[in-house]
């Protein structure tokens, strides 16, 4: 579910144009334990929050300082609006911020969704799975057809990986 902040375009903006930590935010909230009880133990749930920040070029901040801050604003926010005792309820969590997909994946100023998620670099009209012009140059990730985002890359890797197998054919 996705719980929308009191702003769309004026967020975006902050994000991508100007380079804020906006005060408000929208928060993707998923849930996979309701379909793979076993994502957490008996009696238990999993819950994954995201909300979009700009990458370290746009936003070099502290993110060691900045980090612990938003994880709390954005708890606070879920428990107004949907588990009010939320805070007593976790029992582990972790963030993950720009600075760790830059230091742990490599990520490019720490952008986990590759490219500016605009028309014409969305869905299609992102790097095919396979190269036109090289041979055997095969491209996955979140720079790839579909997407990015765990299941974008997912996708990706399954239809790269189903290209190469019927380019061996």
């Given at each position: 579910?996705?719980?929308?902040?009191?702003?769309?375009?004026?967020?975006?903006?902050?994000?991508y144009e100007?380079?804020?930590?906006?005060?408000?935010?929208?928060?993707?909230?998923?849930?996979?334990?309701?379909?793979?009880?076993?994502?957490?133990?008996?009696?238990?749930?999993?819950?994954?929050?995201?909300?979009?920040?700009?990458?370290?070029?746009?936003?070099?901040?502290?993110?060691?300082?900045?980090?612990?801050?938003?994880?709390?604003?954005?708890?606070?926010?879920?428990?107004r609006r949907?588990?009010?005792?939320?805070?007593?309820?976790?029992?582990?969590k972790f963030?993950?911020?720009?600075?760790?997909?830059?230091?742990?994946?490599?990520?490019?100023?720490?952008?986990?969704?590759?490219?500016?998620?605009?028309?014409?670099?969305?869905?299609?009209?992102?790097?095919?799975?396979?190269?036109?012009?090289?041979?055997?140059?095969?491209?996955?990730?979140?720079?790839?057809?579909?997407?990015?985002?765990?299941?974008?890359?997912?996708?990706?890797?399954?239809?790269?990986?189903?290209?190469?197998?019927?380019?061996?054919?």
């Open positions: 579910m996705i719980l929308f902040g009191p702003r769309y375009k004026g967020l975006l903006d902050d994000i100007h380079g804020v930590l906006p005060q408000d935010f929208s928060i993707y909230l998923h849930h996979p334990s309701i379909t793979d009880p076993s994502v957490a133990p008996a009696g238990k749930s999993t819950f994954y929050a995201l909300i979009p920040v700009a990458n370290q070029g746009k936003l070099p901040i502290d993110w060691e300082t900045v980090g612990p801050v938003l994880e709390k604003r954005i708890l606070d926010e879920v428990g949907l588990i009010p005792d939320i805070h007593d309820r976790i029992v582990t963030h993950y911020a720009p600075r760790d997909f830059a230091l742990d994946l490599n990520a490019y100023l720490g952008s986990a969704f590759s490219l500016e998620p605009i028309l014409t670099q969305s869905a299609w009209f992102r790097g095919h799975n396979r190269d036109d012009k090289v041979k055997n140059f095969y491209l996955v990730g979140a720079g790839t057809h579909p997407g990015a985002g765990i299941p974008g890359v997912v996708g990706s890797a399954k239809a790269t990986a189903r290209l190469m197998v019927d380019d061996l054919r």
